[in-house]
């Protein structure tokens, strides 16, 4: 992309990030199921109007590179909910407070994946082994993931946040949604700062998972970036939608561990061509296009759901006759 389109890019998504920022300057409430509806759809729009405009206007395969790497980052993001209800739930956080939390949170996350993004496309363009790499990650991610289930329940403190607390001016309480207040007329740091660091660390955590994985969709770092901002952006408005559906997902973990194996086997097979190896002999490798790995993850995704929900819905009614 040339640089005006990168500079309008960047525009664009800071001047929705200063939009959502007035809107929750403004609310007065904690966000309702009708509100986080209306937001989902707000910012899954932008994000199908963003791939409407790669489609027309961008050559290529950009737009379905776009659409493929925000379905995986989106769908990825959401094994963050689980991390997000627990740290909210763990800090005991205001109702009101909790979107501004998130908000801020997912934003300093979003800085710290660009510089991650930017970082990834440079190594990837200056050495195609890099590829081998990527994909052994991702593949060791998703047998880790398979095996191990949900363990986020045991959410702790880690050091960065222990020595936040020890070096900053906190309060033992709240006010509210404030991040500053007066204590004896001292300025003093909330809770709240605290939250916003568990939160903006737990995305970069998550980033080691997700970044090489749509690399291994896309290496145009202006995809990249903006599949991860768009599907960030809409994170902290599903969190209040589907945070008690989580708990009917039941095999969400499977689902994100085949497409995790899926692209780390498909960057392994890219960097094998890269080398050549498929010129040797009788060997012949694949060759897996978007188009394939759209389909492979957004049937991954639909069966996952539907399995999930009907186990689930089989266990409730069964506990009810019990």
């Known amino acids: 992309m040339s640089p005006v389109v990168w500079v309008l890019t960047i525009a664009g998504l800071l001047a929705i990030v200063a939009f959502d920022l007035i809107v929750i300057a403004r609310r007065k409430r904690g966000v309702t199921i009708k509100d986080a509806t209306r937001w989902v759809l707000f910012y899954v729009g932008l994000a199908a109007l963003f791939a409407v405009g790669l489609f027309v206007f961008s050559p290529g395969a950009s737009g379905g590179e776009f659409v493929a790497g ?6 990825l993001s959401v094994d963050n909910l689980f991390v997000f209800v627990i740290i909210m739930a763990r800090f005991a956080v205001p109702s009101l407070a909790q979107d501004k939390v998130l908000y801020i949170g997912i934003v300093v996350s979003v ?4 510089v991650f993004i930017l970082a990834g496309a440079a190594a990837i363009s200056a050495a195609s082994w890099v590829f081998y790499i990527f994909g052994a990650f991702l593949v060791y991610t998703a047998v880790r993931l398979a095996l191990e289930g949900d363990d986020e329940s045991d959410f702790q403190e880690n050091a960065v946040l222990r020595g936040l607390r020890r070096i900053l001016p906190l309060t033992h309480d709240y006010d509210g949604s404030k991040l500053v207040t007066r204590i004896d ?5 909330t809770p709240l700062v605290i939250v916003i660091a568990a ?6 955590i998550f980033a080691l998972d997700s970044i090489p994985a749509i690399f291994g969709l896309t290496q145009d770092a202006y995809i990249v970036l903006t599949a991860n901002a768009f599907a960030l952006m809409g994170l902290r408005q599903l969190y209040f939608l589907i945070g008690g559906l989580l708990e009917r997902v ?6 994100l561990s085949v497409i995790l194996a899926f692209i780390g086997v498909k960057l392994i097979i890219e960097a094998l061509h890269g080398s050549h190896i498929d010129d040797i002999g009788a060997i012949h490798l694949p060759h897996i296009g978007i188009a394939t790995s759209l389909g492979f993850i957004a049937g991954t995704l639909l069966v996952t759901t539907v399995v999930s929900l009907i186990k689930s819905g089989y266990d409730r009614r069964r506990v009810g006759t019990d």
């Open 111 to 114: 800085v710290l994946r660009a």
């Open 250 to 255: 039941i095999y969400l973990n499977v689902g």
């Open 185 to 189: 007329g001292r300025r003093m740091l």
């Open 199 to 204: 939160i903006g660390m737990a995305n970069v």
């Open 70 to 75: 925000y379905i995986t980052e989106y769908s």
